[in-house]
T-cell receptor
């Protein structure tokens, strides 16, 4: 079963614009992770935020976590064509097992 | 850079046939995962190994699916007999303990089509 839901399901923006996607989950977590998946390929880890953290940055990525609302957001700034992919949030309940959301399909228009 | 290897990349089979997928995790990674990903959805865990032991196979359809990791290194996932609804991407991932949480490293996946 899917733990979380991403919103929106699909997003198309112009190159250079910022992209924001959201994730909601249902149960308590140890950490939350974001992964990227290019079409027909495996997933690539982007960033991990612990339950006691509220915001984290990595390059053009910014992740926020609100445990009271059981939600997270991923912001990609200054988008590039190569950012076109599906993005998944995944929650870790502390048992070394990830539960993935339904994903957001991001398309960057050159 | 070390990667998770999977084979085959693509498999077409007829229903009721047997299929097998192979995964070689990153060297030294004790934890290995098999996921199934239906088109348009997120990956769902089928089975989790710690070394050669199964930690979680609660979502594995055991009447037709089996998984093994005999020497605690590479792993095989088998489906027998395959059904039309098994058409999906099968992903393998591995991880090792990390401070604050375990990052999983994924292979390229095996795309299965059952006709």
């Amino acid at each position: 079963s899917q733990q979380g839901e991403e919103d929106p399901q699909a997003l198309s923006i112009q190159e250079g614009e910022n992209a924001t996607m959201n994730c909601s989950y249902k149960t308590s977590i140890n950490n939350l992770q974001w992964y990227r998946q290019n079409s027909g390929r495996g997933l690539v880890h982007l960033i991990l935020i612990r339950s006691n953290e509220r915001e984290k940055h990595s390059g053009r990525l910014r992740v926020t976590l609100d445990t009271s609302k059981k939600s997270s957001s991923l912001l990609i700034t200054a988008s590039r064509a190569a950012d076109t992919a599906s993005y998944f949030c995944a929650t870790d309940g502390g048992n070394e097992k990830l539960t993935f959301g339904t994903g957001t399909r991001l398309t960057i228009i050159p | 850079e070390a990667e998770v290897a999977q084979s085959p990349r693509y498999k077409i089979t007829e229903k009721s046939q047997a299929v097998a997928f192979w995964c070689d995790p990153i060297s030294g990674h004790a934890t290995l995962y098999w996921y199934r990903q239906i088109l348009g959805q997120g990956p769902e865990l089928l089975v989790q190994f710690q070394d050669e032991s199964v930690v979680d196979d609660s979502q594995l359809p055991k009447d037709r699916f089996s998984a093994e990791r005999l020497k605690g290194v590479d792993s095989t996932l088998k489906i027998q007999p395959a059904e039309l609804g098994d058409s999906a991407m099968y992903l393998c991932a591995s991880s090792s303990p990390g401070t604050g949480g375990q990052v999983q490293y994924f292979g390229p996946g095996t795309r299965l089509l059952v006709l």
